[in-house]
């Protein structure tokens, strides 16, 4: 049933809204918009006397119904902030910094979001996910149980509740071997009473392993917290920074402004590109998985227009890709300078030289991390007593068992109890170093790992809203709306005289 003068029911557009699919994502301000519009389009109509009564009494009874929800909700209230009781499946949110540019000329970058109450997840393709964001709230509530996490965490692994078997079979076979040893022997009560409470070899082993595996990986994760938020986050720091001069040098609309700007920002988002790249190839065991993880491949870049065809031969077969594209940086502003393109010339080629010693080194620092492991040794050293300890537990489960099968010398507490024992701790102790192997390089395809796609989002956004403020800054006037810029100088050099014996000439 359409409202008056449209094709189309502006009650539509209200289900539309709040009925929206999971993976969306999408402007804030745009979303106000339309549900304002809606709600003016609906109180016009309700108002409306032109419709013929037999046809406008149920659309305005569904027009009053739909102000009413309106009306109980809040008109400030978003469609992802709605309850989930009422049976509706509500539209997903990313923020609007993370979402793909919808202004581009081209939508080069491409991905999605799958959004829902626990987990905001980054799709960028391939078969790879990247977990954004999680529900805290949720996840220490009642998001712990759900199967969505489950399968991201090492539970989820086929090697998990293998150990488990294999230790429990172990077990079995102890089992075994300690009943028919004590019926032959015809042990009695005590003799089985003195093996139980003897049963305390892992106890000891447990205190050596639970220190140094604490310390493990409380260092693990010290390195990818600074990871994240020292050398990684210096580097998006620079190139947001580089974006924002440029934004204030070349404020212009026309080409050569437009193109000077967006070069950077593009070199810079490169290096970034490539560092995931050369990040990659650090856990690359084989030719296999350079074909499948594309570490050597620049195509993909190519399509999201970071790379041109000539720019990908000149890093043919170059190591260390990631940091090259400072140099094409530096090397560009020195251009710049000599053309007479930027104030202060001198001053700001200074600048932009420290800027890309700052990037390149925190790329160099992070590629250091990233192959810098602990020594094979102390890492075997923590490995082997975590594995001596859950067989040592096996053992003694085993013992256990096999002397409380003697009839009437069943000892139930303790039974349980090194049962619990052995089925959780392997999980504990296994989950832990699995988690220091994950955390050792985040920029993998692991669904933990960091996303390329929302990080070259993020700074592109940041960086383009730099460049739409510099165009239109809020002291310019329909008499006067060019924004202020700085006059280009040449270099100018003074010679000392004193410095050259013209006699001599």
């Known amino acids: 049933m359409g409202s008056p003068g449209s094709g189309k029911d502006p009650l539509d557009v209200w289900r539309g809204w709040y009925g929206g699919s999971g993976g969306g994502g999408g402007d804030d301000e745009a979303r106000e918009d ?10 016009e109509h309700q108002t409306n006397g032109t ?3 037999s046809s406008s009494k149920g659309w305005r009874e569904r027009c009053a119904r739909s102000l009413k929800f309106a009306a109980g909700r809040g008109r400030s209230e978003r469609p992802w902030e709605s309850s989930m009781s009422r049976g509706r499946r509500e539209e997903g949110y990313a923020p609007i910094a993370d979402l793909p540019p919808k202004d581009e000329e081209d939508a080069s970058l491409k991905f999605k979001y799958e959004v829902d109450d626990m987990m905001r997840v980054v799709y960028e393709g391939a078969g790879v996910r990247k977990i954004a964001r999680y529900n805290e709230q949720k996840l220490v509530r009642d998001g712990w149980m759900e199967r969505k996490v489950y399968k991201t965490t090492f539970l989820a692994s086929a090697y998990c509740w293998l150990q488990i078997f294999l230790l429990w079979f172990l077990a079995g076979l102890v089992a075994v071997l300690v009943y028919g040893l004590l019926k032959a022997c015809g042990a009695n009560a005590k003799t089985v009473e003195s093996l139980q409470r003897g049963l305390s070899v892992s106890s000891t082993i447990e205190i050596f392993v639970a220190f140094a595996l604490g310390t493990y990986i409380k260092k693990t994760i010290d390195i990818w917290w600074e990871l994240r938020h020292q050398t990684l986050q210096e580097l998006m720091n620079v190139i947001a920074d580089m974006c924002l001069r440029m934004a204030i040098y070349f404020p212009g609309r026309h080409y050569e402004d437009k193109h000077a700007r967006e070069t950077i920002m593009r070199y810079g988002i490169l290096s970034l590109a490539l560092l995931f790249q050369d990040a990659k190839k650090v856990d690359v065991w084989s030719r296999k998985q350079v ?5 050597l491949d620049l195509s993909d870049l190519q399509r999201e227009k970071l790379l041109t065809t000539r720019e990908a031969a000149l890093l043919h077969n170059v190591p260390a890709k990631s940091q090259m594209c400072w140099i094409w940086i530096s090397s560009l502003f020195t251009k710049w300078c000599l053309d007479g393109r930027l104030p202060d010339p001198l001053g700001n080629q200074d600048t932009m030289l420290v800027y890309s010693e700052q990037a390149r080194n925190a790329i160099s620092i992070i590629l250091a991390q990233l192959t810098t492991q602990f020594p094979l040794s ?17 053992v003694e489960a085993g013992v256990t068992l096999g002397s409380s099968l003697l009839q009437g010398q069943t000892n139930y507490a303790n039974l349980v109890t090194k049962s619990f024992v052995l089925t959780v701790s392997p999980i504990v102790y296994q989950g832990l170093l699995e988690l220091k192997e994950r955390v050792s390089n985040p920029f993998r395809n692991d669904m933990q790992d960091y996303s390329l796609k929302m990080f070259h989002a993020r700074l592109r956004n940041e960086c383009c809203g730099f460049f739409k403020c510099a165009l239109d800054p809020p002291y310019t006037t329909a008499e006067d709306p060019e924004p202020s810029r700085l006059p280009p100088q040449y270099i100018e050099r003074q010679v000392n005289t004193a410095m050259y014996d013209f006699d001599a000439y």
Do not use: P, Q, W
């Open 291 to 295: 074909r499948d993880l594309g570490v």
């Open 51 to 53: 419709r013929s009564s």
């Open 378 to 394: 102390y890492s075997h050293l923590i490995i082997f007593f975590c594995k001596v300890y859950v067989t040592t537990l096996a």
């Open 34 to 43: 339309i549900h304002e519009r809606t709600l003016r389009t609906v109180e």
